[in-house]
C-alpha cells in the first residue's frame, strides 16, 4: 500500500500516524530551537526534544527491532498501541507545550497544535471503532517480519 492509497483509507489512525510523524520533525525542530532561551523555556524544549524521542518509537515500530533499548523502554513503549492511549499521549505532551505560553509566547505553540491535531485524530478513529492500523511505509503491518 502506498502512502497516497493510505490517506485515502478514510482511517483516521493513518492520518494520526502520519501527523504524529510530522510531530517527530517539529518536536525536534522546535526544541532546538527554543533550548538557547535563558528561563523557563528550556524546560519546555528539553520535554520538546525527549517527546520527539519517544515519538519516534511509538510511531515507527521498526526501531524498537533495530535501535538497542532496555526492556523497561520496550515494554512502555508497547503499552500505547491502541488509539485511545496513543490520543492520550499526545494530548498530554500538547498540554505540556501550551502550559510554555505561561513563561512565553515561544514557536512551541505549533507543536502543540500539531500535537493537538494528532491527538483527535487518534481519538476520531477510537471513538469510530477504527482499530489501529498502523502504515506499512513507517515499518508496520509485516515489515519486520519481511526484514528478520
Not at 23 to 35: H, V
Not at 77 to 94: D, E, F, P
Not at 98 to 112: D, G, P, R, Y
Request: glycine share 6%; aromatic share 12%.
Amino acid at each position: 500500500m502506498t502512502i497516497a492509497e493510505e490517506l485515502r483509507s478514510r482511517n483516521f489512525s493513518i492520518y494520526g500516524q502520519w501527523t504524529g510523524v510530522l510531530c517527530i520533525i517539529l518536536c525536534f525542530a522546535l526544541g532546538i530551537a527554543n533550548i538557547f532561551h535563558f528561563n523557563l523555556v528550556i524546560l519546555f524544549s528539553i520535554f520538546c526534544l525527549v517527546s520527539s524521542f519517544v515519538l519516534i518509537f511509538i510511531e515507527i515500530p521498526l526501531l524498537l527491532r533495530i535501535c538497542p533499548t532496555s526492556s523497561k523502554f520496550d515494554a512502555l513503549i508497547r503499552k500505547v498501541t491502541t488509539n485511545y492511549m496513543r490520543a492520550a499521549v499526545y494530548l498530554t505532551m500538547s498540554i505540556i507545550q501550551w502550559l510554555s505560553i505561561i513563561v512565553k509566547a515561544t514557536s512551541l505553540i505549533a507543536a502543540a497544535i500539531v500535537l493537538f491535531i494528532a491527538a483527535v485524530f487518534y481519538a476520531l478513529a477510537g471513538l469510530k471503532g477504527q482499530g489501529f492500523v498502523g502504515s506499512k511505509t513507517l515499518g508496520g503491518q509485516g515489515v519486520a517480519q519481511m526484514i528478520v
